[in-house]
RNA sequence: GGCGUCAUAGCCAAGUGGUAAGGCACGGGUCUGCAACACCCUUAUCACCAGUUCAAAUCUGGUUGACGCCUCCA
């Protein structure tokens, strides 16, 4: 498996710190409001990574954090009158909710900033004694230029970082050594939620948390930190310089970043107007929509977000779900017998369809190849399968559908819901009148079904049904 | 200004040296009472220019265009 390192600029074959295990650490949203579709972006994209390690065979552990102390959060809090406290809880709530919703496995950790203040303060006395941090009338600073490798993840030249926040100096705004210094403690402000440290009552600043709880929940070395592209600088270079100069070796191996999610081709931005949360959009569609239309292209290319690509993903996905179903409906009226040297064949098609999603994803989550082979598996499904085949052949292919779909987290059996008892006596009628010819009482039926969103559909193996 | 990414059909999107996957939409057709599903047929020489090569979307140089990071940001 080989998966780009933003590191080093280029595709590596993946070998974990431990064999068989990965540790990974994604990069959580800070919980202020609910979150947009472009926080969804990497949620969707690195529970799919993790799910195919799993679907590899390793065992992994997987933390993503919840920043809950934040200016952003401080202000909403004020805004509402409440606690900061209650404001991050109920979006955190708000968030797992969404992820659910899209089919994003729950973190085997989702530690949060505000419980781990203890481990900060430890790190950051540790950086002090050892000469990487320094306090400043309470405020903490890290001195990146006591690690010579700052800026090895973003590939910065570091004078010209220096040279173009020069103005930053000249206006006196700091009392900082060098202008690349970042805060890992400050000092509160009246009002603001503050904790007791050597250096002042105040908060940790954003970049130490990661650092923070990726070694206590995943050790010093980890295999994955992921996230998304604008992370890259400075805040997962800041958390390399604070792991490295704390723990003494290299902090994470491979380093995963997301492109972005474009609305119009531009940025999302609260300015511009074009914003969305994932709520919103799960107003109108299936968030296994948007999932699958995050998958339609490659996690590090910059996605464009459209209604119209949402009407194309829906579509799309409901072909998959439309094989799968039919599949379903024939194996109900399918024998068991030996499979014919043609079904044989086609499985084995199958199988080779099943090795080539395998392969894109190899290659560096290439998704939009691995969901092309499962539309292929499709194809070969529905140009192949009916009642009359083995029933062991049609399960095989539906089996074959659902599993590489659930390893890009694409759920394509809908449970079966009871009918209520009057809309399956509705159904009967209709049977009744189609087979007296009675077409047009047996079409307001379906209207009125319609309505109720059921529709029918009429096979070969008797009528489907489904909700709208 | 510094660093970086990208440019494939109406739309989305794979493909990184051997002659253009897949999906959506459109049009035509088949099946079924109709509808839906499904199936069949139809749709590109890969931004432009020059070069390397027997051979390039795929390598090199240049041009144009779009975007991102450098500041809180997924």
């Not at 047996?442 to 109720?452: F, N, P, T, Y």
Request: proline content about 3%; glycine content about 6%; charged content about 30%.
């Amino acid at each position: 498996m080989k998966l780009y390192n933003t590191m080093t600029k280029q595709k590596e074959e993946f070998v974990p710190v431990e064999p068989g295990k990965v540790k990974m650490y994604v990069c959580g949203p800070t919980v202020y409001n609910l979150i947009h579709i472009g926080n969804a972006r990497p949620m969707i994209v690195f529970d799919t990574v993790r799910r195919y390690m799993e679907h590899k065979g390793y065992e992994v552990n997987y933390v993503s954090n919840f920043t809950d102390v934040d200016d952003k959060i401080i202000a909403k809090a004020a805004e509402e009158g409440v606690s900061a406290q209650e404001i991050s809880q109920r979006y955190i709530a708000e968030c797992k909710k969404d992820m659910a919703d899209m089919n994003v496995k729950p973190a085997t950790t989702h530690p949060l900033a505000t419980q781990e203040i203890d481990g900060m303060i430890e790190m950051i006395s540790d950086l002090i004694q050892k000469g990487y941090a320094y306090d400043v009338k309470g405020t903490v600073y890290f001195r990146t230029r006591k690690f010579a490798q700052y800026g090895k993840l973003s590939h910065k030249n570091l004078d010209d970082l220096r040279s173009g926040s020069r103005s930053l100096l000249v206006t006196g705004e700091d009392q900082k050594e060098d202008p690349l210094d970042f805060v890992l403690w400050k000092p509160k402000k009246e009002g603001e939620p503050y904790w007791k440290s050597p250096w002042s009552d105040g908060r940790p600043g954003w970049h130490i948390e990661c650092s923070v709880m990726a070694k206590k929940y995943l050790g010093e070395e980890i295999d994955i930190h992921a996230g998304g592209e604008d992370l890259i600088f400075p805040h997962h270079e800041n958390e390399i310089a604070q792991s490295e100069c704390c723990n003494g070796k290299p902090f994470a191996k491979y380093w995963l970043h997301n492109g972005f999610l474009n609305i119009d081709n531009k940025k999302m931005s609260k300015s511009l107007g074009n914003f969305f949360t994932v709520r919103e959009i799960g107003e109108k569609y299936d968030l296994q929509v948007l999932r699958f239309f995050m998958l339609s292209a490659h996690y590090r290319s910059p996605l464009n977000f459209s209604a119209e690509l949402m009407e194309a993903s829906k579509n799309g996905l409901e072909r998959i779900r439309n094989g799968v179903d039919n599949l379903k409906h024939m194996i109900n009226a399918a024998e068991e017998k030996e499979l014919t040297q043609e079904e044989k064949e086609n499985l084995k098609k199958a199988q080779e369809l099943a090795e080539k999603f395998d392969e894109a994803m190899d290659d560096d989550f290439n998704t939009a190849d691995a969901v092309a082979a499962i539309f292929e598996i499709v194809k070969l499904a529905n140009t192949t399968a009916n009642a009359g085949n083995a029933k062991e052949y049609l399960r095989q292919l539906k089996e074959k559908i659902a599993q590489l779909s659930d390893i890009l987290g694409l759920i394509t059996e809908k449970e079966e819901e009871m009918l209520d008892s009057d809309i399956e006596k509705m159904i009967e009628e209709r049977q009744a009148a189609r087979k007296a010819k009675d077409f047009k009482k047996a079409d307001e039926i379906r209207s009125k079904l319609l309505e109720k969103g059921i529709i029918l559909e009429d096979t070969r193996e008797g009528v489907k049904w489904k909700r709208a």
